[in-house]
């Protein structure tokens, strides 16, 4: 039951993640795709959210491969899930109201903030 559901959860981040990154790069115009990429990969939404697809991904991947092996240490995970709670309890309590989404904007941000934080706690 393990493997299902991290493949699940797995799917579901790199989901978001690939969506979010084609919402900052296509938005409005602004400023070059280099310093979008750079300005997307600033936030700790989403380095969390890298991080717990990563620890999602690699353990049934890559099993016996040092980062597969790294993504399983217990300290490993409970530092994401530290990070991963913290990006929720933050956006919720401070960031949720500083915007209004619709949309795939809506769907992506549910998922960045509250779904996936909620899964990995689960796992």
């Known amino acids: 039951m393990v493997l299902p559901f991290r493949i699940v959860v797995a799917t579901l981040g790199w989901l978001a993640l690939s969506i979010q990154y084609w ?6 115009a602004g400023p070059a795709p280099l310093a979008r990429t750079i300005n997307f990969f600033s936030y700790f939404t989403i380095q ?9 991904t690699l353990p049934w991947l890559a099993p016996q491969s040092a980062l597969g092996k790294f993504f399983l240490r217990p300290s490993v995970r409970t ?22 989404l619709e949309g795939l904007s809506l769907a992506t941000d549910t998922l960045l903030h509250y779904v996936i934080p909620v ?5």
């Open 119 to 123: 899964l990995f706690v689960i796992d």
């Open 79 to 100: 530092a994401i899930a530290t990070y991963i709670i913290f990006v929720a309890v933050i956006f919720d309590l401070l960031l949720r109201h500083s915007r209004q």
């Open 48 to 56: 969390s959210n890298l991080a717990v697809a990563l620890a999602m």
């Open 23 to 28: 919402i900052a790069m296509t938005g409005v």
